[in-house]
């Protein structure tokens, strides 16, 4: 499964409301179409999360939970943690639907819940409630990678009854608070489609888990200055299993996948 062709709408909320629209995006992104819905959240709101989220990341210690029901928010750093089902770079912040947040960020992404949930053929608003379902929960992750050191392998989401997609909203421009590296996902020819220079803060970009994607390093001849907050910012409106559930397999390093092959 790779990148096949990139479409860019204005009518996140109109494709949501009509059955024909979402089942023709549903079978394009099947297909490997990325669609990019322009400016779905507010710009300014979106900086005022990162604004938030960086009070918070220089002035509390980072503290690593389990997706479990009924834990709580939280923010980590993982640098290239061995532990992890992808190798990555980043600090990243944790929340919860059955925990308050002063943003009320489930409200603010629910029209975007709807349509990853609508595309997967799930109902609108499966896995948002208190209560976790059938092994899975909601699960907004905000994304900081820094400057100088930020990554994440190129790997592949769980493809299951749970997700055909995994949506990421916008938070950062190429050319402004980055110059070199970011997101992409792969097309046939092995070349890479880098999403932060055909989407703009506040748009949504879907396309299907299986498409092989990643993180170029961020600014890579920079000097890491993880306080700074420099660098490139990103959130995923997202639908993660419970640490229990064995039924769902895990994300795919692509990248570790194949030294391991090559070492055989």
Known sequence: MFVRNIIHRADHAQVLENPDLLAEVRQNIEAGDIYVFERVIEPSSLLALRNYLSQIGSNSLPNYQKIEPG????????????????????????????NQDIFNLFELTKDVYAMRNSITGLPKEKFLGPTPEDGCTARIAFQFYPSGLGGMNKHRDPYDHHQLTVPTVTMSQKGTDFTSGGAYAENAAGERIYTDEISDIGDVVYFNSQIPHGVETIDQEQKVDWLSFRGRWMMLVAVNKLVDNSQIADAVDLEKLSLSNQQK
């Open 71 to 98: 834990c709580p928010n939280f923010h980590r750093i993982n640098v290239w943690d061995p532990r992890s089902y992808v190798q990555a770079c980043f600090h990243q912040f944790v929340f919860f639907p059955w």
